[in-house]
């Protein structure tokens, strides 16, 4: 399986940035997905997930700003950013698996950068 995100890039304080991941090779339709950060020194955090049906659950800290969704027809998932803080600045992975509860372990893409300027 392969993911693959795009969408990153450098973004003033309030301004919006849209995160793409193409999956191939597993039958997308049916996993679980989400993005995770990793800030620098920081451990990788789960923001934002979506399961096969659609339900979708969020960290606190970006509940309302970010939306993640999926198109299954296109193996693809995003993640709408909008109203980005300076602590949103990390690497952004998408990560797609079987199962909610062991996302940790599925597949990862290479990440992408984000970086929120003040």
């Known amino acids: 399986a392969s993911v693959v995100e795009s969408g990153g890039g450098l973004v003033q304080v309030g301004g919006s940035l849209r995160l793409s991941c193409e999956v191939s090779?597993?039958?997308?339709?049916?996993?679980?997905a989400g993005w995770y950060r990793r800030a620098p020194g920081n451990r990788p955090e789960l923001v934002a997930s979506?399961?096969?049906?659609?339900?979708?659950d969020y960290k606190d800290s970006v509940l309302g700003r970010f939306t993640i969704s999926r198109d299954n027809a296109k193996n693809s998932l995003y993640l709408q950013m909008n109203r980005l803080r300076p602590e949103d600045t990390a690497v952004y992975y998408c990560?797609?698996?079987?199962?909610?509860?062991?996302?940790?372990?599925?597949?990862w893409g290479q990440g992408t950068q984000v970086t929120v300027s003040s």
């Open positions: 990560v797609v698996g079987d199962q909610l509860a062991t996302l940790d372990y599925g597949t």
């Open positions: 090779g597993r039958t997308f339709s049916n996993d679980a």
């Open positions: 979506i399961l096969y049906n659609g339900m979708t």
